[in-house]
């Protein structure tokens, strides 16, 4: 540790101190307490764009044009200008300085969407092993549109989605991988998830996880489809055995019943596999006969439809060979995690080598909690060459973080609706948080409702958000504050603001907007 906040003292204690062992990044990250973007350059004159977000490696910024139909990216670069005299940190920077040029260069732009297709401004996924970004386009919305082919009746419908995998180095589409008619929740990456070179997409409207690779070549492979079937050789096994009944009366009594077709009248195989685990279960906890079948009538017959009823609305890497997996009721709609509190939901472990489920919990389970504030760590999953996701701040790594949680759980007026809440995140979404050392709660001390790692747009504020420091002498570091540096002249306007931190360097983008199309205020944040 430390014995002065000095930054020169800093250094040349650096230099005859050896950090204890496993804490020599967490040691070289405390220097992050003398660099901070303490200068701020308000209504900085930009494109007008739509930002999206820093590369988790800091080569790039992503964002796309206001009409959603290209991506434009940039790469930081840091700002220079001369100066005359002796002392230049007396001086206003020059007006070349305060442009958006000076801070990011622009390395191309790409149509992406075409014809009635616009990008989805909300969903980017990045691999940093060989610098492939994934972008979305999609068409409209059917909110109404029938359930047919095996669809989930309430699922709205997009006519095409369509994923692009380019090298941003140079802006080359790779390949596409394109669902028509079908729904993938694209919002804040919700439908998708990367973990390493593999790719799992959420069709909702058809109840099916798709597991793609992504090849070093640039190729999206697919590798197997989860759900209606769980083995490669399933559907060719159920459609042999229908062929050998055909000319028996099992087909006639299914045609006399109405059911179109033979694979209808089965429960998919992701289905089947969850029935027969909470089945197993219950069956294995009792060895009295009378009393294990009493077990089953309560807690398995009773609630079958329930279970059946039940639909994958979100999914997760934790490992190579495992998924986490939610369940909830069709009757929340895809916007279901909004309202978490007020619909069932569990959430299962599925091992994708095997096919089993390995563990089931509902979403108000104490065990599951436990895990949950223990382990949070493991929930998650990051790549294994992403090395800047591994220092984000959480209640298992940070005593500040559950200190905060804890105090949280205190005052929860309900102990279940408090741990449905703090579930209602599992799975958590891929690359929803910035690895930003200012964001470390044991670096830094900030408002987490004005402000904090995870992704999201925040109601603005016109007063500045304050970074304290954590360790002595607990002073304020820096502020961010978003908007006009005089603050909105229209109190009545609903402004919401979103904060880009580059993972490295002492840089940060503030963007205010209007819900009327306004152009947005972009302010630049670094240390000058």
């Not at 297709?117 to 068409?139: H, P, R, V």
Request: include cysteine.
């Amino acid at each position: 540790m430390y014995r002065s906040s000095n930054i020169v003292a800093r250094i040349f204690d650096r230099q005859i101190c050896t950090p204890a062992p496993g804490t020599s990044v967490h040691h070289a990250r405390r220097f992050y307490e003398n660099l901070v973007p303490s200068y701020t350059v308000y209504e900085v004159e930009c494109p007008d764009h739509s930002f999206r977000k820093f590369t988790d490696d800091g080569q790039y910024l992503i964002s796309f044009s206001r009409n959603h139909q290209e991506l434009i990216v940039f790469r930081p670069r840091w700002l220079s200008f001369s100066c005359n005299d002796e002392d230049c940190d007396k001086h206003d920077l020059p007006s070349k300085a305060k442009k958006f040029d000076s801070f990011f260069s622009q390395l191309y732009c790409v149509p992406l969407a075409s014809c009635n297709e616009l990008i989805c401004k909300d969903f980017f996924l990045y691999m940093e092993s060989n610098q492939f970004g994934l972008f979305a386009t999609s068409t409209a919305q059917i909110h109404d549109a029938p359930a047919v082919g095996g669809a989930v009746h309430g699922v709205p419908s997009i006519e095409k989605i369509t994923f692009h995998l380019l090298r941003l180095e140079d802006g080359e589409i790779l390949d596409k991988k394109v669902f028509c008619n079908d729904f993938v929740n694209l919002t804040h990456n919700m439908g998708v998830f990367l973990y390493d070179d593999l790719l799992a997409i959420v069709s909702l409207r058809y109840q099916t996880i798709h597991i793609l690779q992504i090849r070093d070549s640039g190729n999206l492979v697919d590798v197997r489809a989860i759900g209606e079937f769980c083995r490669e050789d399933d559907e060719l096994f159920l459609n042999s055995n229908a062929q050998h009944q055909l000319p028996g009366n099992h087909i006639e009594n299914h045609i006399h019943q109405d059911q179109p077709n033979l694979g209808h009248s089965f429960l998919s195989g992701i289905k089947q596999r969850l029935l027969s685990f909470i089945f197993r279960g219950l069956w294995n906890e009792e060895r009295d006969d009378t009393l294990r079948i009493q077990r089953l009538r309560k807690n398995f017959y009773f609630h079958f439809q329930d279970y059946v009823d039940l639909i994958i609305w979100k999914v997760q890497f934790l490992d190579r060979h495992h998924l986490l997996i939610k369940f909830g009721s069709v009757d929340g709609g895809p916007q279901v995690s909004r309202n978490a509190d007020h619909h069932p939901a569990f959430v299962a472990v599925y091992n994708m080598d095997t096919t089993e489920i390995v563990s089931f919990y509902q979403n108000s389970a104490d065990e599951l909690y436990l895990l949950f504030e223990q382990f949070c760590d493991h929930f998650h999953a990051t790549s294994r060459n992403s090395m800047y996701m591994n220092f984000i701040s959480s209640h298992s790594n940070n005593i500040h973080a559950l200190e905060q949680l804890r105090s949280i759980k205190d005052k929860a007026s309900s102990s279940s609706q408090f741990v449905k809440k703090m579930l209602a995140s599992l799975p958590f979404s891929c690359q929803s948080q910035s690895p930003s050392p200012y964001f470390d709660q044991s670096l830094f001390r900030f408002d987490d409702k004005l402000i904090s790692a995870t992704d999201r747009h925040r109601q603005s504020t016109d007063h500045p958000i304050k970074f304290i420091l954590r360790r002595h002498p607990y002073s304020l570091k820096f502020k961010i504050k978003p908007g006009p540096e005089a603050g909105s002249m229209d109190g009545r306007a609903k402004k919401i603001s979103s904060f880009l931190f580059h993972p490295i360097l002492p840089l940060a983008l503030s963007v205010q907007q209007t819900l009327f199309l306004q152009p947005s205020v972009v302010n630049i944040h670094f240390r000058r």
